[in-house]
């Protein structure tokens, strides 16, 4: 089983950046698809990525289209998730997983959860 560590959460004014990171062990992760979701107080956890196996193919919920980028390193076993323009909104703790069911959006399609990362954005 795949196991995940996110990192490089933290404080940031809006309209900054941060690159968050997800480390995997266990498996390769050169044989899945890998997803970013993240949860605001209050409010269920939501898609905000998704990235094929090749890399080749990405998926963003809309309010992050534009401003957001997955990408992969299979040789480091990492996925990235680049965020530019950040707004207050962004605000959350973001998790990685691993797609379970091919090409789902939910919650229930993504598994082997890492613990998250708080990601805060000041006006």
């Known amino acids: 089983q795949v196991q995940l560590v996110e990192s490089g959460g933290g404080l940031v004014q809006a309209g900054g950046s941060l690159r968050l990171s997800c480390a995997a062990s266990?498996?390769?992760?050169?044989?899945?698809?890998l997803g970013w979701f993240r949860q605001a107080p209050g409010n269920e956890r939501e898609f905000v990525a998704s990235i094929r196996r090749s890399g080749g193919s990405t998926r963003y919920a809309d309010s992050v289209k534009g401003r957001f980028t997955i990408s992969r390193d299979n040789a480091k076993n990492t996925v990235y998730l680049q965020m530019n323009s950040l707004k207050p909104e962004d605000t959350a703790v973001y998790y990685c997983?691993?797609?379970?069911?091919?090409?789902?959006?939910?919650?229930?399609?993504?598994?082997?959860w890492g613990q998250g990362t708080q990601v805060t954005v000041s006006s």
């Open positions: 266990g498996r390769t992760i050169s044989n899945y698809a």
């Open positions: 997983a691993v797609e379970i069911r091919p090409y789902g959006l939910g919650l229930r399609d993504f598994g082997s």
